[in-house]
């Protein structure tokens, strides 16, 4: 997310020899869809499942919120983990800084309470600790398989495999290529697996037509999308431990959540407009069949559209979704009317059940 992206960043921009802003610029859109898609699918299921916001006399007011003891030690150690990261120091020594001065902060901050505060404390690193038991243990299982994966040289072989199907096709078509940056990226960081990745795989995309910074943020997207994906996704491990959930069945909802971001990196092959190369006509028209696209896929994932929807509703949905990633007028038309045509058709029901006070289940 611009204007702060991480190391994988800036090392992508060392590899394409542009300037680290042109980078940040060429991912505001596509952060804004995923993050579109991530707000619309919850809000979606808040709908489908009767979830409420809070009754008005139990919203916190904002000036209670920014109240200086509250605000200090939430913002502080954030601030100062942007300041020391752009200082060039290490993920290790920021977070450090951070912690440290988010603990003084908080105890700082009610000196009068200070024994419970210091108990508070105390409780909430045991909270912590056992918390990461758990993902410890699933972190040391995942390392266990990326290890035999690099022994037994099974990686080489599937990137083989994966270059030899890729020749048949033309590449970016071939969703082989999705799978392969899920199974590169299984339990190594962004980093690491962005550079592996862009070092077998973004030359090739970039050898049959595909442009440069396109071929970079598709292995780069999906470097970043290991960590959601099954079977090694260590940033589930954390969710679930953090929510006391299954992790698999986290796993299942973060990837329906997500649906519409695996999908947007198929748009940087085909077009790279929605990275800010081209025409101005080309990336507004760009953006806007990307945006229709990822409101069918999140409504057809999460199975409602202003009311919960059937199986193969929601399947027709994704599909029109799927339809927008190519950037072919005709595929944009037939993805654009399927959508309005359930849209319109959903309003009309939906108008007609209100009107005789019952319901549709479509």
Not at 304 to 330: A, E, K, N, T
Request: include cysteine.
């Amino acid at each position: 997310m611009p204007p702060i992206m991480g190391a994988g960043a800036f090392i992508m921009a060392d590899l394409l020899g542009m300037p680290y802003l042109g980078i940040a610029l060429a991912a505001v859109i596509p952060a804004f869809m995923f993050y579109y898609g991530v707000f619309l699918s919850i809000d979606l299921a808040a709908r489908k499942y009767g979830f409420k916001g809070l009754p008005e006399d139990e919203v916190v007011p904002l000036k209670e919120v920014l109240y200086y003891k509250s605000f200090l030690p939430i913002f502080v150690p954030i601030a100062l983990l942007i300041v020391f990261f752009l200082k060039g120091y290490t993920a290790v020594t920021c977070a450090s800084y951070a912690i440290l001065s988010a603990i003084i902060l908080y105890l700082a901050m009610d000196i009068k309470d200070f024994p419970n505060r210091f108990k508070v404390l105390v409780s909430a690193l045991e909270d912590a600790a056992k918390d990461m038991l758990t993902v410890l243990t699933l972190i040391s299982c995942a390392q266990i398989l990326v290890c035999l994966i690099s022994v037994t040289g099974i990686g080489v072989k599937f990137t083989n495999i994966i270059m030899v199907i890729g020749k048949r096709q033309k590449t970016g078509r071939d969703t082989c290529h999705d799978c392969y940056h899920d199974f590169l990226g299984m339990g190594m960081p962004t980093v690491a697996a962005y550079v592996l990745a862009a070092s077998v795989i973004a030359p090739a995309l970039v050898r049959v037509g595909v442009a440069p910074i396109a071929a970079h943020f598709f292995v780069f997207y999906y470097a970043i999308f290991a960590g959601l994906t099954p079977p090694v996704c260590g940033t589930i491990f954390i969710a679930s431990a953090i929510a006391k959930s299954n992790w698999l069945k986290t796993a299942w909802i973060s990837m329906r959540i997500s649906v519409g971001a695996f999908i947007v990196p198929f748009m940087f092959l085909f077009s790279p407009a929605l990275l800010l190369v081209g025409s101005s006509a080309e990336i507004i028209r760009t953006s806007i069949t990307c945006l229709i696209g990822m409101t069918a896929l999140a409504a057809g994932g999460m199975g409602y559209l202003i009311r919960p929807l059937s199986m193969p509703i929601s399947i027709v949905l994704m599909l029109s979704g799927v339809m927008l990633v190519d950037p072919q007028v005709i595929t944009d038309v037939i993805g654009i009317g399927v959508f309005v045509l359930i849209l319109l058709w959903l309003l009309i029901t939906n108008k007609k059940a209100k009107a005789v006070g019952g319901t549709i289940n479509n």
